[in-house]
């Protein structure tokens, strides 16, 4: 893979991630403040707007979370990246070519060496989670197809993971993880900071302010004719 197309295949990444992290925003405020949403949404019909809104959100995650970590070679995903990412050497190298055409120094090599080997890290461990199972389970059963008793569901049985439903805060856990990952991809690959902290961060104080304003809808929305 050329640079042109690995440029392009983590500008997709980025472009996922981009509405992943205000996913994970408003999820994390959906569990957060459950009590105070259920008050707000509970007893009211309209109140299903925001069931709704809640499913598809989860529905999107999950969708996510099995796309960012396909296995397929020409998938655009964390591990065809990761495959196609130029060993420490070469990602020093291209840092040096770019910031010498700025006239810049290349005087962060350690930090860059560190983020890089955090990076493996943090992928490896990410890569290895017991999560993918469950929401391939997921996708499969009930996204991508509906299935009973999936071929997928037999095979996670078989290697002797404990079939389990996903949790929310599993599902958060490995698509904060996937959203940051692309980040980190991003910085060692163009010199663009990081921003997906900041962005769920951004997304999930917006979310909060949102449901603080919303009324106790049984008391405000008319007779539903």
């Known amino acids: 893979m050329n640079e042109a197309e690995l440029d392009a295949l983590i500008a997709e990444l980025r472009n996922e991630a981009d509405e992943a992290a205000w996913h994970v925003g408003y999820m994390k405020v959906a569990i957060d403040e459950n009590p105070l949403i259920s008050d707000r949404l509970n007893g009211s019909y309209s109140g299903y707007a925001g069931a709704i809104a809640n499913s598809a959100v989860k529905a999107a995650l999950i969708l996510y979370c099995a796309r960012a970590w396909d296995k397929a070679e020409d998938a655009v995903s964390l591990r065809s ?19 010498a055409a700025l006239g810049v120094d290349f005087e962060d090599a350690s930090t860059f060496t560190s983020r890089h080997a955090a990076l493996l890290k943090t992928f490896g461990e990410a890569e290895d989670s017991v999560s993918h199972g469950h929401i391939r ?35 958060l856990q490995l698509a904060e993880a996937t959203i940051l990952l692309v980040g980190e991809i991003g910085y060692l690959w163009d010199r663009l900071s990081n921003p997906y902290a900041d962005r769920i961060a951004r997304a999930e104080a917006c979310c909060r302010e949102f449901w603080h304003n919303v009324p106790v809808l049984r008391d405000v929305e008319k007779p539903l004719r």
Do not use: C, N
């Open 81 to 99: 990246t990761i495959a196609e990412l130029p060993d420490l050497d070469g990602l020093v190298k291209r840092r040096g070519i770019q910031l």
């Open 137 to 171: 389970l997921l996708r499969t059963e009930y996204f991508a197809h509906r299935v009973i008793e999936s071929k997928e569901r037999k095979k996670l049985a078989s290697s002797g993971v404990a079939i389990e439903p996903a949790t929310y805060d599993a599902l």
